[in-house]
C-alpha cells in the first residue's frame, strides 16, 4: 500500500505518460488554432470549413507530432531545456519537409498550406511552452523519488556516480545502506552510509523513502533478505542496481556483471519470437527497397562528387562480420583516400581522421555514405536496426579487451542501431565498451517499437548532421 508522502514522487513511467498527455492537449489545441487561421483567411465560418474543405488527414497531424517527439520521451532529455528546444526545432523541421516533399509531388490544390504553416509554428510554440512548464515543476525535488542504496561496494558507487552525473537528477539519492561497519558513518561518492539494515525500516520511514536500489553483489544475508521482503510489503518500490543501470543510461553495465551472466540469464533475453522476426524481416524488405531507390536516385550526383574530389572507385567494399561471426561484403560510397590502409592494417575511424576526402566528410556527417547499405539489408546481410558491423580483425583484438563484446554477434548487424544514435562512433576501447553496452541492452530488449524508434532517431541523427 503507497504511502501518503510518496504518492507525488513520480516513477519514470508517470513522469513519460505526463509528457504524452501535455503533448496531445497542446497539439489538440494547436489543431484548433490552425482551423481557425484557416477559416479567417478564407472568410468562412468554423462550420463550413469543417464541412467543406478540411482533409481527413488534417485531424491526424497531432498524433503524426507525437511520433516525431519519439525521441523526447527519453526522461533525462525531456529534462533539460537545450535537449528540449533541440529536439522539438529538428521535429518541427523533419514536419516540414515531410510536408514540403508530399506537397511538391500531390495534385495542385490539395494539400493546404495555410493550415499546416499555422499548425506548424503553434504546435513548436505550444509545445516548447509546455515542456518548459514541464521541467520547472515536475524535475522539482518534490515529485522526485526518494532513494536508498544497499550496499555501498563498487556495484553501489557506480550507480552513484552515474545519478550524480545526470542532470538533472532523475531521483534524490538519500545515501547507502551497508552491513559493514566501517563504512557506517563516512561518505562514499559524497553520500552518506547512514546505517546498516538492521535499522533499514527506521530509516526508511524517517527519510520518506519511496525505493530502495539493491546493488550487493555478494551473497546475501537472510537477515538482509527478510528486511528487504517487508520493506517491499510496506509498498517501498525494489529495484536491481542493473536494471536502475538500464532504466538510467539504456546500458548494460559489463564491467559489473559476472562471467556466467552472459550464459545464464544474457542469452535467454536475447532470444525472441517468431512473430518479431517475420515482422523485422518484413520492415528490412520495405526500407531496403525504399533506401534502394533513394540510393538509384542520388547516385549519379554523389559518385561525380567522390570522383571529381579524389577519383575512384566511388563504392567501397569490405568484408564485415555479420550475424553468428558470418563474414559477408559491405557496401558504402567511399569517404577516405584510396592508400587509408596502405599497411594493410584496420584501424578504427577517429575524430577528425585525415584519411576522409572532403566530400567524405560531408557523406559521413549526412550519413549518405551508408546507403549503398540498403542491397546488404535486402540480401539479408544485414538489417535496418542492429549493432554496427565490424571487420574481423577488429572483432578478434575486441573481444580480448572488451567482455562479452562477442555476444553483439547474435543479431544482424544494422544500418543504424541502439549505440549508434545514443553514441555515435568508437574511437576508444573505453568507448568501445560503451558502444557495447547499448548493444547488449539492444539485443535484451528489441521488439518492433523500439526498432520504430531508433529509424526516428536517427531521421533525427541525418537531419542534425551529427555523422562522423
Avoid: C
Avoid at 79 to 87: C, I
Avoid at 286 to 295: D, E, N, P, R, Y
Avoid at 401 to 421: D, E, M
Amino acid at each position: 500500500m503507497e504511502r501518503e508522502y510518496s504518492r507525488w514522487r513520480l516513477r519514470p513511467e508517470e513522469r513519460r505518460t505526463i509528457l504524452v498527455i501535455g503533448d496531445f492537449i497542446v497539439a489538440l489545441l494547436a489543431l484548433v488554432i490552425a482551423l481557425v487561421a484557416w477559416g479567417q483567411r478564407d472568410w468562412l465560418d468554423f462550420s463550413q470549413l469543417l464541412m467543406q474543405r478540411i482533409p481527413r488527414w488534417f485531424f491526424l497531424l497531432p498524433l503524426g507530432w507525437l511520433l516525431l517527439n519519439i525521441e523526447m520521451y527519453d526522461i533525462r532529455r525531456a529534462g533539460r531545456k537545450d535537449e528540449t528546444v533541440k529536439g522539438i526545432l529538428i521535429a518541427a523541421g523533419v514536419g516540414l519537409m515531410l510536408y514540403l516533399f508530399v506537397f511538391f509531388f500531390s495534385t495542385p490544390g490539395d494539400m493546404p498550406r495555410v493550415g499546416v504553416a499555422v499548425y506548424i509554428a503553434a504546435v513548436t510554440l505550444l509545445t516548447l511552452g509546455w515542456r518548459f512548464l514541464y521541467i520547472r515543476v515536475f524535475t522539482a525535488p518534490e515529485f522526485l523519488r526518494r532513494v536508498l542504496i544497499v550496499g555501498a561496494g563498487v556495484a553501489g558507487t557506480t550507480l552513484a556516480n552515474v545519478v550524480n552525473s545526470i542532470r538533472p537528477q532523475p531521483f534524490q539519492i538519500i545515501g547507502f545502506i551497508d552491513d559493514d561497519p566501517e563504512k557506517v558513518g563516512t561518505e562514499i561518492a559524497g553520500l552518506p552510509v547512514i546505517g546498516d539494515s538492521s535499522r533499514l525500516l527506521e530509516l526508511i520511514e524517517k527519510y520518506q523513502i519511496t525505493d530502495l536500489i539493491f546493488a550487493i553483489s555478494g551473497d546475501l544475508r537472510p537477515e538482509t533478505f527478510r528486511v528487504l521482503v517487508d520493506a517491499q510489503e510496506r509498498g517501498v518500490q525494489i529495484t536491481t542496481m542493473i536494471s536502475a543501470y538500464e532504466r538510467l543510461l539504456g546500458r548494460v553495465p559489463i564491467f559489473l556483471l559476472p562471467t556466467e551472466w552472459i550464459l545464464r540469464s544474457f542469452v535467454d533475453y536475447a532470444h525472441t519470437d517468431s512473430f518479431y522476426e517475420m515482422s523485422k524481416r518484413i520492415l528490412d524488405i520495405l526500407g531496403g527497397l525504399v533506401g534502394t531507390l533513394i540510393t538509384l536516385v542520388l547516385y549519379p550526383f554523389i559518385a561525380l562528387a567522390i570522383w571529381l574530389d579524389s577519383g575512384s572507385p566511388v563504392v567501397f567494399t569490405q568484408t564485415r562480420v555479420g550475424k553468428n561471426g558470418k563474414e559477408y561484403t559491405i557496401y558504402k560510397f567511399r569517404t577516405m583516400r584510396q592508400d587509408a590502409e596502405k599497411d594493410g592494417k584496420a584501424r578504427v575511424t577517429v575524430e577528425n581522421d585525415e584519411r576522409i576526402t572532403r566530400v567524405g566528410k560531408i557523406l559521413r556527417k549526412s550519413h549518405l555514405d551508408e546507403l549503398p547499405q540498403f542491397i546488404n539489408v535486402l540480401r539479408g546481410e544485414m538489417s535496418l536496426v542492429g549493432p554496427r558491423a565490424e571487420r574481423l580483425e577488429l572483432v578478434q583484438s575486441l573481444q580480448k579487451k572488451v567482455p562479452f563484446y562477442r555476444a553483439r554477434l547474435l543479431v544482424k548487424p544494422g544500418i543504424t542501431g541502439w549505440a549508434q544514435v545514443n553514441f555515435g562512433y568508437a574511437a576508444t576501447v573505453e568507448d568501445t565498451a560503451i558502444k557495447l553496452e547499448y548493444d547488449l541492452y539492444y539485443i535484451m530488449h528489441r521488439n518492433l517499437l523500439l526498432d520504430l524508434l531508433i529509424l526516428l532517431r536517427t531521421v533525427g541523427t541525418v537531419v542534425g548532421f551529427k555523422g562522423q
